[in-house]
């Protein structure tokens, strides 16, 4: 076996790719809650619904949302294979238990992206491809750029190819534009699947919480200056911050739907 083959097929060349799609991940996190926080501009729909055909239909944006989904199947792929070989190198568990402060999350590791592998696949179903490749309702909205005044109504297109559209007729605005914010909003009228929801973004703080601290030690990002600064965000941003806010969103539309 060459050299080239022998690193491809290393324990250290698999968690470095785990690590390295891993902080992707976390990259487009920030981007994805904080466009997710249009939900709550109280305009009926119209900014999410326009950030979400702009996050599916801008040339550059689709190209890292699809390297995103190969990026997600990787890194899910690298980590069952560790599994996998870890267990096959230590089939009989140790007779005695090591007494070493590893965290639950990092124990659990293989548990926790299970279900939020399940959950990116259960989400990436009811939404993006519902969007994307089924029939769903349009929405029209008529701002007057006076005002600021808007208006919003049903829009049924005339061909089914309409995706989305802006003129301007005199003072006024028209956007028609495919309705993703009602889809959000009658999903998380459903109490089973809120409760599944937040279950996951629990998931996704635990599995945060070691793996990105975990990220920049196999890429070899160590030191006394800075890796106190990793622990900080990898604990505060991203298993704390992002989380909270993923989980803002189905607590605030079932409540919303319970108080109709």
Same mark, same amino acid.
């Given at each position: ?16 790719? &785990?690590?390295?799609?891993? /902080? ?40 890292? +949302? ?22 096959? +190198? *230590? ?9 070493? =402060? +590893?965290?639950? =999350? ?23 491809? *519902? ?10 909205? *008529? ?6 005044? *808007? ?6 297109? %005339? ?5 989305? +559209? #802006?003129?301007?007729?005199?003072? /006024?605005?028209?956007?028609? /534009? ?5 889809? %959000? ?15 996951? %973004?629990? #998931? ?13 030690? /196999? &890429? ?19 298993? #704390?911050?992002? =989380? ?17």
């Amino acid at each position: 076996m060459s050299d080239f083959l022998r690193t491809l097929n290393s324990s250290l060349f698999k968690k470095l790719m &785990m690590a390295l799609t891993g /902080t992707f991940m976390c990259t487009y996190l920030i981007v994805h809650v904080s466009g997710n926080m249009t939900l709550f501009a109280g305009d009926e729909g119209y900014s999410f619904n326009t950030y979400a055909h702009f996050m599916t239909h801008f040339p550059p944006v689709e190209v890292i +949302a699809y390297l995103l989904y190969l990026t997600i199947i990787v890194h899910a792929a690298y980590a069952l294979l560790l599994t996998i070989l870890n267990r096959r +190198a *230590r089939p009989v568990r140790y007779a005695v238990v090591s007494r070493s =402060p +590893a965290s639950w =999350p990092s124990k659990n590791m293989g548990l926790l992206g299970s279900i939020l592998f399940l959950f990116i696949v259960i989400h990436m179903a009811d939404f993006w491809y *519902r969007y994307k490749y089924t029939e769903i309702a349009f929405r029209e909205y *008529r701002t007057d750029l006076l005002t600021g005044k *808007r208006e919003v109504s049903e829009y049924h297109p %005339v061909s089914q190819k309409f995706q989305y +559209a #802006v003129t301007v007729e005199g003072n /006024t605005e028209i956007v028609r /534009t495919k309705d993703l914010y009602t889809i %959000v909003a009658e999903s998380f009228k459903s109490l089973w699947y809120v409760v599944f929801y937040l279950i996951s %973004v629990a #998931v996704v703080s635990f599995h945060l919480l070691h793996g990105f601290q975990s990220a920049f030690q /196999t &890429m070899g990002l160590r030191h006394k200056k800075y890796t106190p600064i990793i622990k900080f965000t990898g604990t505060w941003l991203f298993a #704390v911050i992002i =989380p909270l806010g993923f989980a803002s969103m189905p607590l605030v539309f079932y409540l919303k739907h319970l108080l109709e």
